[in-house]
Structures are given as C-alpha cells and as structure tokens.
C-alpha cells in the first residue's frame, strides 16, 4: 500500500489577505525612486526591502554599519554602498550585464 503525503496547495494571490501600511510622503517618494531605479514597482520594492532587511536580522550582528556601508566578511573586501540615484543606476545596470560584457567595459574605464 502507497503512502499517500499531503502537500499544501500552492498559494494563490487572491489568498493572500492585504496589509495597508501609511507611509509619510517623504517615506513613500523615497521608496518610489528607488522602484524607479530598480526597474520595480513600488509594491516589488518594498518587498525586497522588506525581505532583505528581515534577511539582515538572521545574520550575525555587526554585518551593517550605521554609516550605510557593509563591514568586511571574511576572504570578502569592504566597499561603501553607493549614495546617489546615478550611482545606484549605474550599478543596477552593470549588474545585468553579463561577465564579459562587465570585462569589457571594466577595460575600457582603465
């Protein structure tokens, strides 16, 4: 005789109750630049931000800097996050080239 194994039904979106958040405006024009940016909309942006931060909270503490930048890992070099819009563009876009298209250009900038 088979065993029979209960799998959970895939969720749909429509089971997904809403959540409404406030955001201050200052907030929410912040959020949508950087959806902006990112090629996302506000609601993905949020998501990844969220995601990202709750993913940070499981690390080991110290990971995050207060000035925004990331702190050294081991065998990994430490590097400032980008602060304006134009650099976060450009870093976005570099990111979806593939690795010889980022040679490439890396040898053209020398």
């Not at 958040?21 to 909309?41: F, G, M, Q, T, V």
């Amino acid at each position: 005789m088979f065993a029979v194994i209960n799998t959970p039904a895939p969720l749909k979106i429509r089971d997904i109750s809403p959540t409404a958040i406030r955001l201050h405006p200052d907030l929410r024009e912040k959020l949508a630049r950087e959806a902006a940016i990112n090629n996302r909309s506000l609601h993905a942006e949020m998501l990844v931000g969220l995601t990202a931060w709750v993913e940070t909270r499981k690390e080991k503490p110290g990971n995050v800097n207060t000035q925004g930048g990331y702190t050294a890992r081991e065998g990994q070099a430490s590097w400032p996050v980008p602060q304006t819009d134009g650099e976060r563009a450009l870093l976005n876009l570099f990111n979806r080239l593939s690795p010889e298209k980022q040679l490439a250009l890396l040898s053209l900038l020398k």
